[in-house]
């Protein structure tokens, strides 16, 4: 992928002594240039050590994505274990797996800006695995609504080809994929699923072929969007794996300036896409669009795990750019994206657990995160804008 590339260069101007008939010529006398001032001047962002920033970004990107795929394969196996012999004991540890796989995924969400052209399936993995808030009836019963639900509609097959096309088919609440359709599985909508939802028994075929037994139903269910989770899962790992087609190598072959600016404008989207998600102040007083996990109350442990991972990435990178470039104006401004993040991290530790009954403390604590979060993000982009990248 080319690169725009600006080099300044000084432009030697000779002075031309003029004359008419009447006047002796005198010849010019040559400007001096030293040596240091005639060397073509060095762009700002030169002095970015990006390769190192680039090679570190790499690594504790596929770090983190090992670590999470551990995590998934754990869900799964209590996925199998559950379903061979269903009880109340394995729905709990499969719960606990849940929240240990989820927060594992969040935690490893800084990393999931696109690098290569594959950028746009890549959105579609990320919309389909953590897609949220869920309408629990698109997938099953509910309290005052027993037949509701792709469970317990007997026209059509619990299939992986079901979930896929029934997927957000008429609206974004429509989810059938992903951890937080699972979250509505193993939790339900008034959190009190019982194992005994998933004991199978004899099909109950209808007309059309399917069976139509809700238990059976429920059991592929769970079972198809967990193996898909897996799949999808493995594809996002995929991108940073160490081969000619991964986004690591795609990253490291690009020039100079082009990583210095990935690197910035993937901090900046992930603080930005923060703010959405959780702090926008349109959305504080409607919890059904703020808390990302309802159903295991587990918003705010995913929250912290992902700015945990942005803040020890963030300050590798300013530990790096600090030994790279001494100029006292560039480390004022390391200190002040330092401090910002400092800030940042301690008005995290002040948010509580998100449900009904604590939404009003969290709507105090969102409020001081959007500005503080506004308040990096702004930093960041004087730094970027100091290094003269187009951010």
């Known amino acids: 992928m080319a690169t725009m590339r600006l080099f300044l260069g000084l432009a030697l101007f000779g002075f031309i002594a003029g004359c008419d008939n009447n006047t002796a010529v005198v010849a010019a006398t040559e400007p001096q240039i030293d040596a240091e001032s005639a060397a073509p001047s060095v762009a700002p962002w030169e002095s970015i050590p990006s390769e190192l920033m680039v090679s570190q970004w790499a690594e504790n990107a596929l770090r983190c994505y090992d670590n999470a795929a551990l995590s998934y394969l754990e869900m799964d196996a209590k996925t199998q274990e559950f379903l061979s012999t269903p009880s109340q004991t394995l729905l709990r540890q499969l719960q606990n797996a849940w929240r240990s796989a989820h927060q594992h995924f969040v935690t490893c969400q800084l990393y999931q800006q696109g ?44 299939s ?44 109950e075929m209808s007309e059309m072929g399917f069976d139509t037994n809700p238990e059976n139903r429920r059991r592929t269910l769970l079972r198809e969007t967990m193996t898909l989770l897996l799949v999808q899962t493995h594809q996002l790992q995929g991108r940073w794996q160490d081969d000619p087609a991964s986004w690591r190598t795609t990253l490291s072959h690009y020039a100079k300036e082009q990583q210095a600016t990935y690197l910035y404008k993937s901090m900046l989207a992930y603080l930005n ?19 990302e996990s ?32 001494s100029r006292p104006e560039t480390q004022t401004l390391l200190d002040a994206v330092e401090t910002e993040l400092q800030a940042l991290m301690v008005l995290s530790d002040q948010l509580p657990r998100l449900n009904p009954s604590t939404i009003g403390a969290w709507q105090t604590s969102a409020s001081s995160l959007y500005g503080q979060i506004r308040l990096l993000g702004t930093q960041l982009t004087v730094l970027g804008n100091a290094a003269g990248l187009a951010i």
């Open 160 to 203: 992986t080809q079901t979930l896929i096309e029934q997927h957000q088919l008429t609206d974004t609440t429509d989810v059938t994929l992903g951890f937080h359709a699972i979250e509505f599985l193993l939790w339900g909508e008034d959190l009190q699923r019982s194992y005994t939802d998933y004991i199978g028994s004899s099909p």
């Open 294 to 325: 309802p159903f295991s109350h587990a918003t705010r442990d995913g929250l912290f795990q992902s700015l945990h991972t942005f803040q020890t990435e963030l300050t590798q990178w300013v530990a790096l750019y600090r030994t790279a470039d």
């Open 115 to 158: 690098v290569s052209r594959d950028w746009q399936l890549v959105s579609t993995l990320r919309a389909q695995l953590d897609a949220w808030p869920v309408m629990g009836g698109y997938i099953d019963a509910i309290p005052g609504y027993p037949d509701t639900g792709i469970i317990n509609d007997s026209s059509i097959a619990v």
């Open 273 to 291: 896409g923060l703010n959405k998600r959780f702090f926008d102040p349109n959305i504080q007083g409607d919890l059904f669009l703020i808390e």
